[in-house]
T-cell receptor, first 116, second 113 residues
């Protein structure tokens, strides 16, 4: 398993500002995934963050809006840039298990952003 | 490409009644299948998973699911609902270990006294 800590757990932001979400894992992992959960909706993958290379973004998400850093195997950040009310969501960091891969992803508690 | 469909965005059962949450998937490769639960204001917790082997898998809190390849389904059941089961349930599929998960739309389970 993996223990994932996200900061901030929640925040209220002003339109036009940017916010960086941090994700810390208690073990080294190869791939980290960033998901978005809009109010009352399911989870949508934003991007896959690999250490030492550019993140891979899903359709509908771009690096300018959601820049991602992955400086080492236990840490990643997701920035939500130039925020608008439509960006109000829960952003979740997730990882596959370290060591023997068993298929499931482990999730942080999420960062709940409200944009006014 | 893979996708997941959960029939019924809201399901309401009485306490003690059978819980049945439906999940159908599509995948171009043998799938890994998962059910996650999300309690209010919390992250996602794995209930159970199917990767290979026995098609009936048991998870935490008395839940189980059966992988039916012919029906491309992975429905979640629990014989007797408890008030504490009220939550959002997500079915997900992946193409193997270490890969991203694709989630269904979620089903909100409500349990009536």
């Amino acid at each position: 398993s993996a223990v994932i800590s996200q900061k901030p757990s929640r925040d209220i932001c002003q339109r036009g500002t940017s916010l960086t979400i941090q994700c810390q894992v208690d073990s080294q992992v190869t791939m980290m995934f960033w998901y978005r959960q809009q109010p009352g909706q399911s989870l949508t993958l934003i991007a896959t963050a690999n250490q030492g290379s550019e993140a891979t973004y899903e359709s509908g998400f771009v690096i300018d809006k959601f820049p991602i850093s992955r400086p080492n195997l236990t840490f990643s950040t997701l920035t939500v840039s130039n925020m608008s009310p439509e960006d109000s969501s829960i952003y979740l960091c997730s990882v596959a298990s370290s060591g023997r891969q068993t298929g499931e992803l482990f999730f942080g508690e999420g960062s709940r952003l409200t944009v006014l | 490409a893979q996708s997941v469909t959960q029939l019924g965005s809201h399901v309401s059962v009485s306490e003690g009644a059978l819980v049945l949450l439906r999940c159908n998937y599509s995948s171009s490769v043998p799938p890994y299948l998962f059910w996650y639960v999300q309690y209010p204001n919390q992250g996602l917790q794995l209930l159970l998973k199917y990767t290979t082997g026995a098609t009936l898998v048991k998870g935490i809190n008395g839940f189980e699911a059966e992988f039916k390849k012919s029906e491309t389904s992975f429905h979640l059941t629990k014989p007797s609902a408890h008030m504490s089961d009220a939550a959002e349930y997500f079915c997900a599929v992946s193409e193997g270990a270490g890969n991203m998960l694709t989630f269904g739309g979620g089903t909100r389970l409500m349990v009536k006294p």
